[in-house]
């Protein structure tokens, strides 16, 4: 190992943010062995500060250096190719963080933590697949267990920080749908501040429906739920 381990991370408010959340678990992790560095894209001062709070050293993608990095860790859907192939001639091991089963052909590992995998390799490159390695924050998988043969009391839905199709909004119609079978569940729905259907949540409100935004910590919701 010749130097820290870099993180190439998708961090622009329009990439959502789902990969800053679990390269931060995972970075988190490793930095309590080797130094770090988050290199994030410009204008990602949400992705910053929540990193920075988590103790990460995060600067913007280019100006990370020139390694060597000890090793990578790539997380984006959208990067150039000439970008990865540029971190992996400087890092070794890259791993990718993979949605697709899809990997650059210059990855060394491939991690996938969708729960319907398994296996050791995606496209002849090592993989560690399935929800055994989903990069969540340990304290979700402490939560505890739940009874679920009772009643239906309380729904948490929430879809994210983009829902760009407003799926938030059609689950919602079909809940509504269950108010004609008198199974009235009260239900929190969690949105981001700047998704732009967040006005028409807000019309939704009221005794049954509360709206929350930007909720820092969703393990106590969770861990409420019902569903």
């Not at 329009?14 to 560095?37: D, F, K, M, N």
């Not at 280019?62 to 997380?75: K, N, Q, R, T």
């Not at 969690?190 to 005794?207: C, I, K, Q, T, Y």
Request: with cysteine; charged share 20%.
């Amino acid at each position: 190992m010749t130097g820290p381990w870099l993180f190439r991370v998708a961090s622009h408010p329009s990439q959502g943010g789902g990969h800053v959340t679990r390269s931060g678990v995972l970075a988190g992790a490793l930095a309590r062995s080797v130094p770090v560095l988050m290199a994030l894209d410009p204008d990602s001062d949400d992705a910053r500060e929540k990193l920075g709070k988590a103790g990460l050293t995060c600067v913007t993608a280019g100006h990370e250096g020139s390694g060597p990095w000890g090793g990578a860790v790539v997380d984006g859907y959208n990067f150039q190719r000439a970008e990865v192939m540029k971190i992996a001639r400087h890092a070794s091991p890259m791993v990718w963080i993979d949605d697709f089963l899809n990997p650059p052909d210059c990855a060394d590992m491939v991690v996938n933590g969708a729960c319907h995998l398994s296996g050791d390799e995606v496209n002849t490159v090592p993989a560690l697949l399935g929800p055994r390695y989903a990069l969540i924050n340990p304290r979700y998988a402490m939560l505890p267990k739940r009874d679920r043969t009772t009643p239906v009391r309380r729904v948490l839905v929430t879809f994210g920080l983009l829902d760009p199709d407003n799926v938030t909004g059609l689950v919602l119609d079909a809940l509504d749908l269950l108010a004609e079978e008198d199974i009235i569940p009260t239900i929190v729905v969690v949105s981001a501040g700047n998704s732009p259907h967040l006005p028409s949540l807000h019309e939704r409100a009221g005794d049954r429906i509360t709206i929350l935004v930007d909720v820092p910590d969703m393990a106590p919701l969770l861990a409420e739920a019902d569903i």
